[in-house]
């Protein structure tokens, strides 16, 4: 298994450092929480079907960092004999898990409220005021937490040469990629929830409410199904990226004893940690013994970065041509 060592590969979703993720989680929960205790007084006050909406969303974001902080945490277990690669893959089960409860407890709750307010013809109005103020104060305790995973993400993606909304899709710490779309969302919630009550206040028309509330729910509604697909995707094995395999071709090319690498196969098995296979040509020509000898001191060898979690590596068969992208 790997030795950990403070330099590891340079490349796409290899970078960022486990701790920093569970400050962005821990930073967006307790904002979260606030907001939402704060949405729900107003929404109680107002009667406002968005700030219905908005209260929806910040508990179910709530919860989700919960979920989160679960993911992160049984990630992080080591490997043991049932799981040779470590439990990486878990952080994926939790954050899809976490996805799958911001459509149901946010888009679902949100669009249900807002059609039946329209059905029902509400034309309540409550004191407003008071969800201007917590909308202003959820602005910016949202703004705090998108900057903690901004600052993260942005850092992460100048390390793999990267444009930020790029590597949002493509970091495989799916915690951070989670607070960064909760959090965006949240900005663009409460943009549309204070739209549906200052139109409902200017027309005294209660269907910009309910659009209003309609609309935070088809939003988180996108958000879910774009995190659940990324989720997705790393549960059932992500490949590393080109750039990924080109940087571990290098690597595996400048080891001492290497003459060739044939083929390469990189795949995730948890936030910034990877499987690797591999068959090379050896320089030499030693009998099977020392072959044998030589491949498994290579594999310790790249074993010792630190996002390489298992390499396996093979002698290459004769029909197989050189490769630096495969």
């Given at each position: 298994?790997?030795?950990?060592?403070?330099?590891?590969?340079?490349?796409a979703?290899?970078?960022?450092?486990?701790?920093?993720?569970?400050?962005?989680?821990?930073?967006a929960?307790?904002?979260?929480?606030?907001?939402?205790?704060?949405?729900t007084?107003?929404?109680?006050?107002?009667?406002?079907?968005?700030?219905?909406?908005?209260?929806?969303?910040?508990?179910?974001d709530?919860?989700?960092?919960?979920?989160?902080?679960?993911?992160?945490?049984?990630?992080?277990?080591?490997?043991?004999?049932?799981?040779?690669?470590?439990?990486?893959?878990?952080?994926?089960?939790?954050?899809?898990?976490?996805?799958?409860?911001?459509f149901?407890?946010?888009?679902?709750?949100?669009?249900?409220?807002?059609v039946t307010?329209?059905?029902?013809?509400?034309?309540?109005?409550?004191?407003?005021r008071v969800a201007?103020?917590?909308?202003?104060?959820?602005?910016?305790m949202?703004?705090?937490?998108?900057?903690?995973?901004?600052?993260?993400?942005r850092d992460e993606?100048?390390?793999?040469?990267?444009d930020?909304?790029?590597?949002?899709?493509?970091?495989?710490?799916?915690?951070?990629?989670?607070?960064?779309?909760e959090?965006?969302g949240?900005?663009?919630?409460?943009?549309?929830a204070?739209?549906?009550?200052?139109?409902?206040?200017?027309?005294?028309?209660?269907?910009?409410?309910s659009?209003?509330?309609?609309?935070?729910?088809?939003?988180?509604?996108?958000?879910?199904?774009v995190?659940?697909?990324?989720?997705?995707?790393?549960?059932?094995?992500?490949?590393?990226?080109?750039?990924?395999?080109?940087?571990i071709?290098?690597?595996?090319?400048?080891?001492?004893?290497?003459?060739?690498?044939?083929?390469?196969?990189?795949?995730?098995?948890?936030?910034r940690?990877?499987?690797?296979?591999?068959?090379?040509?050896?320089?030499?020509?030693?009998?099977?013994?020392?072959?044998?000898?030589k491949?498994?001191?290579?594999?310790?060898?790249?074993?010792?970065?630190p996002?390489?979690?298992?390499?396996?590596?093979?002698?290459?068969?004769?029909?197989?041509?050189?490769?630096?992208?495969?």
């Amino acid at each position: 298994m790997a030795v950990r060592r403070k330099r590891g590969l340079r490349g796409a979703g290899a970078h960022g450092d486990a701790s920093e993720s569970t400050r962005t989680v821990l930073v967006a929960l307790g904002a979260n929480a606030a907001v939402a205790v704060a949405k729900t007084v107003a929404a109680v006050v107002s009667g406002s079907a968005s700030m219905i909406a908005e209260a929806a969303h910040s508990w179910a974001d709530t919860g989700n960092e919960v979920f989160l902080l679960i993911a992160d945490r049984r990630s992080r277990r080591p490997p043991d004999a049932r799981h040779p690669l470590g439990h990486g893959r878990e952080a994926y089960v939790w954050s899809l898990l976490a996805a799958v409860g911001l459509f149901v407890v946010g888009a679902v709750v949100s669009v249900w409220h807002g059609v039946t307010d329209i059905v029902h013809e509400d034309t309540s109005r409550g004191d407003y005021r008071v969800a201007y103020l917590v909308l202003g104060i959820a602005l910016f305790m949202e703004a705090i937490s998108l900057r903690q995973a901004v600052r993260q993400l942005r850092d992460e993606a100048n390390a793999a040469h990267r444009d930020l909304l790029e590597h949002v899709l493509a970091t495989s710490d799916p915690t951070v990629r989670a607070v960064f779309a909760e959090d965006s969302g949240a900005l663009i919630g409460i943009a549309l929830a204070f739209g549906g009550i200052a139109l409902h206040q200017l027309t005294g028309n209660a269907l910009w409410d309910s659009l209003g509330s309609i609309l935070i729910g088809i939003l988180l509604g996108v958000i879910a199904v774009v995190l659940i697909d990324r989720n997705r995707r790393f549960i059932t094995g992500e490949p590393g990226s080109d750039e990924l395999r080109e940087a571990i071709v290098a690597r595996i090319k400048a080891l001492p004893d290497v003459a060739a690498v044939r083929f390469v196969r990189l795949i995730y098995v948890g936030p910034r940690l990877l499987f690797l296979v591999a068959s090379v040509d050896l320089a030499g020509d030693d009998p099977e013994s020392r072959v044998a000898k030589k491949l498994r001191r290579l594999e310790r060898e790249l074993e010792s970065d630190p996002h390489i979690v298992d390499a396996v590596l093979t002698i290459a068969d004769p029909d197989e041509r050189e490769s630096s992208d495969s």
